[in-house]
């Protein structure tokens, strides 16, 4: 059967483990505060975010929350996003529906530097559209409202954001184990 599939990319296809882990250990660099990030992903896998994180560390919610919004700032800047690579599995979930039209479905808030690192990476021409849709809390409908535009009949993803994405715009939804969630937290269990 053909139809339209859509792949979401950060955690699906485009592998940014290190950035994060980059970026959070810059601004406690910057701010001298020493503690262990080496967890950081696991914890994350586990539904929870940056914050939690930090609170777990023994840092105050106040600080956790100012540093969240200096890696909110740089998540997306262009030294940072240059650390990604493509899964090793990428190429074989990509080919394993190209007898579909696929779209990449993804949260951002820099298009520009996504559309030049998915060139970059290499899988540009796979992508019939790439829909960059704000991050926040209202993602989830946006993507929803794409996959609804786009008559998707499948997202594959790593989020809850994703499943719950799929959800509302009432296409199937494939779990990706190696992304930011596990399948529990993705799936909202």
């Known amino acids: 059967m053909t139809g339209v599939v859509a792949f979401d990319w950060d955690g699906t ?66 030294k940072y996003l240059d650390l990604d690579v493509l899964y090793p599995e990428a190429l074989s979930r990509i080919k394993a529906c190209s007898d579909n039209d696929l779209i990449l479905v993804t949260a951002r808030k820099n298009t520009k530097a996504l ?20 991050t ?25 954001t994703d499943f719950k994405a799929a959800q509302i715009a009432g296409v199937e939804f494939q779990f990706v184990e190696d992304g930011f969630h596990n399948k529990k937290t993705a799936e909202g269990e």
């Open 13 to 78: 296809l485009c592998d940014s483990r290190e950035r994060h882990k980059v970026v959070l250990g810059d601004i406690l660099k910057d701010r001298n505060i020493r503690i262990d990030t080496s967890d950081l992903i696991e914890f994350k896998r586990s539904g929870k975010n940056n914050i939690a994180f930090l609170m777990s560390k023994g840092l105050s919610e106040e600080i956790a929350g100012q540093i969240q919004k200096d890696w909110i700032e740089h998540i997306e800047d262009q």
């Open 115 to 134: 559309r030049k690192q998915v060139k970059d990476l290499g899988v540009n021409q796979f992508f019939k559209q790439i829909c960059v849709v704000s």
């Open 136 to 160: 926040g809390k209202f993602a989830a409908k946006k993507k929803a409202e794409v996959l609804k535009r786009c008559h998707a009949h499948l997202m594959i993803g790593d989020t809850h």
